[in-house]
């Protein structure tokens, strides 16, 4: 049990195009769900927190406007990262959580050229 | 407040022991202990509840210290699948389920 997928796996795009990750808990309701940044060899970086129906809260030096996070349902949370840039290459992961412990996703590798 | 772990790395030789620990300056409410390998997710691994409860692997074991500061991670019998980056979260009493990683500890199972 305590599945989370997310998709794509791996991304490529050109700089000022829009990117949108999906999300989903497979066999469990995610109350809350929350998206992580990670760099080559460093700890992962908590971006925001997301709870079903509600506006996202992001961390501080986090551009809301930037990037953007739905949490439509209990199964599916999506982050788009608008107009992206070469900076914005990194390893995003998503984690569901219905209680105390959070489950991660496979994560998604985007570069943005 | 990020939390403090130690070693940031060690090298074993497979059926060795090794101990992660994880300090905070705050009083947690809960530390999660995930695994992490290169490219993949990080796999969750254990919970620890300010309320002694404990959550997790049959053969891993974790320890939350009376001050509810710092927790140890037990990695008994090492064998090479235990090779990854370990990264603890912790949350305080007033973060809800929103937590904050360690840098990690690198961790090699040689044969």
């Known amino acids: 049990g305590a599945v989370v997928s997310q998709h794509p796996s791996r991304v490529i795009c050109k700089s000022g195009t829009s990117v949108k990750i999906e999300c989903r808990s497979l066999?469990?309701?995610?109350?809350?769900m929350f998206w992580y940044r990670q760099f080559p060899k460093q700890s992962l970086m908590l971006m925001a927190t997301s709870n079903e129906g509600s506006k996202a809260t992001y961390e501080q030096g986090v551009e809301k406007d930037k990037f953007l996070i739905n949490h439509a349902s209990l199964t599916l949370s999506t982050l788009t990262v608008t107009s992206a840039h070469p900076e914005d290459s990194s390893f995003y992961i998503c984690?569901?959580?219905?209680?105390?412990?959070?489950?991660f996703g496979p994560g998604t590798r985007l570069t943005v050229l | 407040q990020q939390p403090v772990q130690s070693p940031q790395a060690v090298i074993l030789r497979e059926g060795e022991d090794a101990v992660i620990n994880c300090s905070s300056s705050k009083a947690l409410y809960s530390v999660h202990w995930y695994r992490q390998k290169h490219g993949e997710a990080p796999v969750f691994l254990m919970i620890?509840?300010?309320?002694?409860e404990q959550k997790g692997h049959d053969k891993i074991s974790a320890s939350f210290n009376e001050k509810k500061q710092q927790s140890s991670l037990y990695l008994t019998a090492s064998q090479l699948s235990y090779s990854g980056t370990y990264f603890c979260g912790t949350a305080e009493e007033t973060s809800g389920s929103r937590l904050t990683f360690g840098e990690g500890t690198q961790l090699t199972v040689n044969p």
């Open positions: 984690s569901a959580s219905g209680g105390d412990t959070q489950y």
């Open positions: 620890l509840l300010k309320g002694g």
């Open positions: 066999d469990f309701q995610a109350t809350t």
